[in-house]
């Protein structure tokens, strides 16, 4: 990996020796949290919570990004393959859902390094922007049972303006292809919990509608019911940097958000989850202080 090309990016980074790479990381993960979370859908989350390990570093970098203090890099403990193993195993005795890998998509080959031959009991979710190349998800193919990415962009104009990613659309289309190939139609316990397919997010942006009308069109025509979980998300929070976008400095309009749930409904898709505004705010971003990581 001495010329980095794990994602779309394509880079070219020298990250196993130091050098950063468009995601602002070198080659070993660091993450800024490992602990039970609550802030997922209801079959990630469950009653106990979601292992979720919070990497930093970002391979997307969306203005609009709610973990900013940590996408944008430089922050975070450092972990070795080791290491990152003992968090996993330790997140799973403490009694959570699933194993819950968020934003680990630069540091695909360590994680991939770790869960190799680790014997969890439990469920690893992928937990991703979307943005993602497909020969990086085959590293992963039999070691994740749940992919949970985001399709943020149906368009690619939105995706250049506010990702820097024209090629999001196609990049993130392929890449939800390949999941679904991985793990087939999705299976739920008897108690609600996923316990492997796919879940497909999308969270309208203000002043996209367009946007997400395409995203709900494509989801519908891609899959039939009864293959991939979507989930509709309009708790978008206005955060610091985003302010020369004018019309991300404001929620999601109501009456746009219950238009496309309804459009939603219409085109079909009938499994999944839509998540109001009530859920929106910064106090919903969790404290990326080095909880879990941290210990003798």
């Known amino acids: 990996m001495s010329a980095c090309r794990d994602c779309p990016r394509a880079c070219g980074a020298d990250r196993e020796n130091g050098a950063l790479g468009a995601c602002r990381s070198a080659h070993l993960p660091r993450a800024a949290r490992a602990a039970a979370h609550f802030g997922e859908e209801p079959c990630i989350s469950g009653e106990r919570g979601s292992g979720a390990i919070f990497f930093t570093g970002c391979n997307l970098g ?126 739920m316990s008897e108690d609600g919990l996923l316990r492997s397919g796919v879940l497909i997010r999308h969270l309208i942006l203000p002043g996209n509608t367009e946007n997400s009308l395409r995203a709900i069109d494509w989801v519908a025509g891609e899959f039939a019911p009864g293959e991939v979980l979507f989930s509709l998300m309009s708790q978008y929070t206005p955060m610091p940097g985003a302010e020369r976008f004018p019309e991300l400095t404001a929620p999601v309009d109501p009456a746009v958000a219950q238009m496309l749930y309804e459009h939603l409904l219409d085109a079909g898709i009938e499994d999944g989850y839509y998540q109001d505004a009530d859920a929106s705010g910064e106090e919903a971003i969790p404290s990326f202080d080095g909880t879990g990581l941290v210990f003798c």
């Open 62 to 187: 969306c203005v609009y990004c709610q973990n900013a203090s940590i996408s944008r890099g430089g922050t975070g403990v450092e972990l070795s393959v080791d290491r990152l193993r003992e968090v996993m195993l330790r997140l799973r005795d403490a009694g959570v859902h699933n194993i819950n890998l968020v934003t680990g998509t630069h540091f695909v080959r360590p994680i991939a390094e770790a869960l190799s031959g680790l014997e969890l009991g439990i469920p690893v979710v992928w937990n991703s922007s979307g943005y993602e190349s497909v020969e990086s998800l085959r590293l992963l193919e039999g070691l994740v049972q749940i992919y949970m990415p985001d399709f943020k962009y149906a368009l690619s104009a939105p995706a250049a303006k506010y990702s820097a990613a024209p090629d999001y659309p196609l990049v993130a289309a392929e890449a939800i292809r390949e999941m679904f190939r991985q793990t087939g139609p999705f299976s």
